[in-house]
């Protein structure tokens, strides 16, 4: 059973910074990406960045380019998204999630942890 257990989530000012982790467990990942969506109020949720397991290449958003970057520590089964420069309209409940790569779509997704940033 895969689990994803979603940490870092808080209450910060514009242009500070965050750093979300996501703990992953059940199997082993290698064949999978990884991905960081974001769901504010009244708006779908939405991806952010992703990233594949075994090489490591990564997608961003553009409204994110150059303020957010997703890394993955394969010891530690663990994936990141760094969060710099943030605005308040990145105020949302993030969602990490797992897609294995060949069914090309998102099938396991962690509980969400909540990011406000305030004016």
């Known amino acids: 059973q895969v689990q994803l257990v979603e940490s870092g989530g808080g209450l910060v000012q514009a242009g500070g910074s965050l750093r979300l982790s996501c703990a992953a467990s059940?199997?082993?990942?290698?064949?999978?990406?990884m991905g960081w969506f974001r769901q504010a109020p009244g708006k779908e949720r939405d991806i952010v960045a992703a990233?594949?397991?075994?090489?490591?290449?990564?997608y961003y958003v553009d409204s994110v380019k150059g303020r957010f970057t997703i890394s993955r520590d394969t010891a530690k089964n663990t994936v990141y998204l760094q969060m710099n420069s943030l605005k308040p309209e990145d105020t949302a409940v993030y969602y990490c999630a797992a897609q294995k790569i060949i069914n090309g779509k998102y099938d396991y997704w962690g509980q969400g942890t909540q990011v406000t940033v305030s004016s």
């Open positions: 059940g199997r082993t990942f290698s064949r999978y990406a």
């Open positions: 990233i594949t397991w075994s090489r490591g290449n990564a």
